[in-house]
């Protein structure tokens, strides 16, 4: 713990709190922690985009994800060139 005073660097105790600052912190994380704690992060992350993406598709009609024409992402279907006047909104 650090009580928060400022004391010399060759300090061997601390002014406020009289502890002893030759002693090494209980505890460092390491690359093993490192590495542990990422992985739990990214097993959550994917578990709650899987879950959200079954919420959604479960949803009633106007809330369900929905296909995106090919005429919108023309980028996604190669197989199929559109146009430059083909790719504009419609007019109302």
């Given amino acids: 713990m650090n009580c928060g005073q400022e ?3 060759a300090a061997k ?3 406020k709190c009289s502890r002893d600052l030759a002693t090494p912190p209980a505890w460092f994380p ?3 922690w490192h590495l542990k704690t990422l ?3 990214y097993a959550c992350l994917v578990v ?3 879950g959200v993406s079954f919420i959604l598709k479960s949803l009633p009609k ?3 994800i929905r296909k995106i024409p090919i ?3 023309p980028w996604l279907g ?4 559109l146009p430059e006047d083909q790719l504009k909104a419609p007019a109302k």
Avoid at 78 to 81: G, Q
């Fill in 7 to 9: 004391n010399k660097d």
């Fill in 13 to 15: 105790a601390c002014r």
């Fill in 30 to 32: 390491d690359g093993k």
């Fill in 39 to 41: 992985g739990i992060i």
């Fill in 48 to 50: 709650f985009y899987f």
């Fill in 62 to 64: 106007p809330y369900h």
């Fill in 71 to 73: 005429e919108m992402t």
């Fill in 78 to 81: 190669k197989a199929k060139y």
